[in-house]
């Protein structure tokens, strides 16, 4: 659909490969990821500040080229910081825990265990939809600046969840939240739009149930429901799922070294404002994203990754929001903290197709 998107394509491709010299697996148990699921265990208490405190973090700088392929009064180049999260969490004894994002204060909440495998958690919170309150990928990308297709990337709320670990065996567990949150809000009339989050005069409930089997697979599965508009007379069911299909699921060649993710969620809108009874006589439409996501981490110094994604902005007809794309990515770590990310991506518009492929370079260091 693009000249020479192929040659960038390609060039990635070669990158991936110049330099690695065997294939073989490479272990990746300690290293923490910032887009994966990552659960560490709460410090324990004890007599010593280090057994009560602990710092995390995330920062990163990237380069990004705006229609790298095009000619120069197309083409336009800038660098772009995302990442600045430094987390603290205060485990003062064995039943409470305090944990924020301390540079933004975009995040944070105070937690109480309950026993018997119950907590509740109040603050600012992170909603409790999908595999991870980050990146959400619905739609295939993370929006620029990570402000989401569909849903906020970084999705944190005021509320409180209740937690509970309901069930565990030697090769399944079962977990799941119930939550009340500030809900979405906006005017009928108009498509209803999710990703600046909630707004403070409207809740929303939901809950959300997380299945692990074993070590390698893991599934979710999301949802909330509010009412918006001036006197609520309009609906929003918001629902979803997610898999994460890890490395070592399958012990076979090549496929033991392969990760799958993969999500979508749809948003139920009863808007009798908006929707005509002719495409839906209870006043309904919907919102919709997906993702499908491969990694492959058999190359000694490169992971390369593909994900595709599409978005479909309003179901009752075609828009210029509307839109699929590929995300081709290699990465490489220096060490456990430092990590390194070339990626291109390819956006395709439904309709009035727009000149805004973007190919970033990403130097990122974690704690």
Not at 242 to 257: K, M, N, Q, S, T
């Amino acid at each position: 659909m693009r000249r020479n998107t192929a040659t960038v394509i390609s060039l990635l491709v070669l990158w991936c490969v110049t330099g690695i010299t065997q294939a073989q697996v490479t272990d990746t148990t300690e290293v923490i990821g910032f887009d994966e699921v990552v659960e560490e265990p709460l410090p324990q208490a004890g007599s010593d500040w280090t057994d009560r405190i602990h710092l995390s973090g995330r920062f990163d700088l990237n380069l990004e080229v705006l229609n790298p392929m095009e000619d120069d009064d197309l083409r336009s180049s800038r660098f772009q910081n995302y990442h600045r999260y430094l987390f603290l969490k205060v485990t003062p004894d064995d039943r409470i825990t305090f944990d924020a994002e301390v540079l933004d204060m975009s995040y944070y909440e105070l937690a109480y265990d309950l026993g018997d495998g119950y907590s509740v958690a109040l603050g600012k919170i992170w909603v409790p939809f999908g595999a991870t309150p980050f990146h959400h990928y619905y739609g295939g990308v993370q929006g620029d600046p990570f402000t989401g297709l569909l849903l906020p990337n970084v999705w944190a709320e005021y509320g409180a969840t209740l937690r509970s670990d309901f069930y565990s065996s030697d090769r399944v567990s079962a977990s799941g939240d119930v939550f009340l949150v500030s809900g979405f809000d906006g005017p009928t009339g108009e498509v209803l739009r999710f990703a600046s989050g909630g707004t403070e005069n409207r809740f929303a409930v939901g809950g959300r149930t997380a299945v692990r089997i074993g070590n390698q697979l893991a599934l979710w599965g999301s949802a909330m429901y509010n009412r918006f508009g001036e006197d609520n007379e309009g609906e929003i069911l918001l629902w979803g799922g997610d898999i994460l299909a890890d490395y070592g699921l399958v012990d076979a060649p090549l496929l033991r070294d392969l990760r799958l993710r993969a999500a979508f969620a749809r948003a139920e809108i009863r808007d009798e404002d908006l929707v005509s009874p002719v495409d839906s006589k209870d006043y309904w439409y919907y919102r919709y994203g997906d993702y499908v996501e491969l990694t492959y981490r058999g190359f000694q110094k490169v992971q390369p990754r593909l994900r595709y994604g599409t978005i479909i902005d309003f179901d009752d007809r075609i828009t210029g929001r509307d839109s699929h794309n590929w995300d081709l990515a290699a990465m490489s770590r220096i060490g456990r903290h430092v990590m390194l990310l070339a990626q291109y991506q390819i956006n395709l518009e439904e309709i009035n197709e727009r000149d805004n492929d973007l190919f970033r370079f990403q130097l990122a260091f974690e704690f």
